[in-house]
């Protein structure tokens, strides 16, 4: 008889963690889809087998990313079931992915979904009347299995038609975690990540950002191409006019960050004579011919490389910076920019 086999999402909190594991021990395949966005874990897609090791390590789940980025860049202009307390459209974004989910279900013969939710522990997408629209809106009735809080809801058809056993599923609700803590210490689970999760869209300040930028920060952003909108994230930000989008690393790891991600048209600034952050202005060989004076723009730029530069006693303030246009590279003494100026552009 062909194993059982299904499709779990997972967050790689706890919840989806004890979810995907209850059912496993079932004996059934369980694939555990973790899935990607700029917006979380998209760095996870440079090191694939590595994490998916580790998850197997961990936890014993068998993990494979999917990369939903494209559909969420869209999902992010008019999400139907509107947005949280920042930008974040959860109830939209989980039926995205069950969607997608559904999507593979052929592909690797599964029979039903899993999710981690527990009812009523978030208060926007895990109300029980929202959970049953997600699961209409997503397509999935009659597919979904929600094994830690599946005894406070009626039987679904993987328990009906005795894919899993419904007497070693859950009864969880509200927003402690004091059971699934047990739970993971039954299974020897001792390590997980804390609830408070790495969606850049529940973050104040960069869901803010990501509003803007998708209320025509820059004329570019229409685009919404998945390479600008993860840059977002990254350094202190500036706009130093209408589409001068210039980013400066805070450390060395932000450095490496932005010069992994340059793209071709992107410029690169740095202090050549002393430490301090790499500046990389977005689409410049593109817009440098439009520029009325370039020599203003990079003295703009090179003065903020040397503004946020480390300080060194006894030397002059300003600092050779090397101008990397990608065709060509100049090096120019410029004299840091003034704190007012480089407030005036912060975004
Ligand atoms: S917090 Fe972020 S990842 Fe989680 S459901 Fe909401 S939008 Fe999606």
Not at 212 to 236: I, K, M, Q, T
Request: overall charge positive; aromatic content about 8%; some cysteine.
């Amino acid at each position: 008889m062909n194993k059982r086999v299904a499709l779990g999402l997972f967050s790689g909190g706890l919840d989806s963690i004890l979810a995907c594991r209850v059912v496993a021990d079932q004996g059934v395949r369980v694939i555990a889809l973790k899935f990607v966005t700029p917006f979380f874990d998209h760095e996870l897609l440079d090191r694939r087998e590595e994490y998916a090791r580790s998850m197997q390590a961990k936890y014993g789940l068998e993990v494979e990313l999917v990369d939903v980025s494209e559909g969420y860049l869209r999902l992010l202009e008019n999400p139907v079931h509107g947005f949280g307390k920042h930008f974040n459209p959860c109830i939209d974004c989980k039926i995205l992915m069950l969607r997608r989910a559904r999507e593979l279900m052929p592909m690797y013969s599964a029979s039903f979904l899993v999710t981690g939710e527990v009812l009523g522990q978030r208060p926007m997408s895990q109300r029980r009347d929202t959970l049953r629209v997600i699961e209409r809106d997503s397509g999935c009735s009659g597919l979904l299995l929600r094994p830690l809080s599946a005894k406070l809801m009626a039987p679904t058809p993987a328990e009906t038609e005795g894919l899993v056993d419904r007497e070693r599923l859950y009864g969880f609700s509200g927003r402690g975690r004091r059971q699934q803590k047990l739970l993971a210490a039954e299974m020897g689970i001792t390590e997980y990540p804390t609830p408070a999760g790495g969606c850049m869209l529940t973050d104040p300040n960069l869901a803010a950002r990501i509003k803007h930028f998708y209320n025509g920060l820059f004329s570019f952003g229409e685009a919404r191409a998945v390479g600008d909108v993860r840059l977002l994230s990254v350094g202190r930000q500036f706009k130093l006019g209408d589409d001068l989008w210039f980013i400066l690393g805070r450390d060395e790891r932000e450095n490496i960050r932005l010069e992994k991600m340059r793209g071709p048209d992107d410029w690169l600034l740095r202090m050549t004579v002393r430490p301090g952050p790499l500046g990389l202005l977005r689409h410049a060989g593109l817009q440098a011919p439009g520029w009325p004076d370039e020599a203003e723009v990079l003295r703009r730029l090179a003065g903020l490389v040397v503004r946020y530069g480390k300080k060194v006693a006894d030397e002059p303030p300003e600092a050779e910076v090397m101008i990397d246009k990608g065709a060509s590279i100049v090096h120019q003494r410029f004299a840091p920019l003034a704190d007012d100026d480089a407030q005036l552009w912060r975004i």
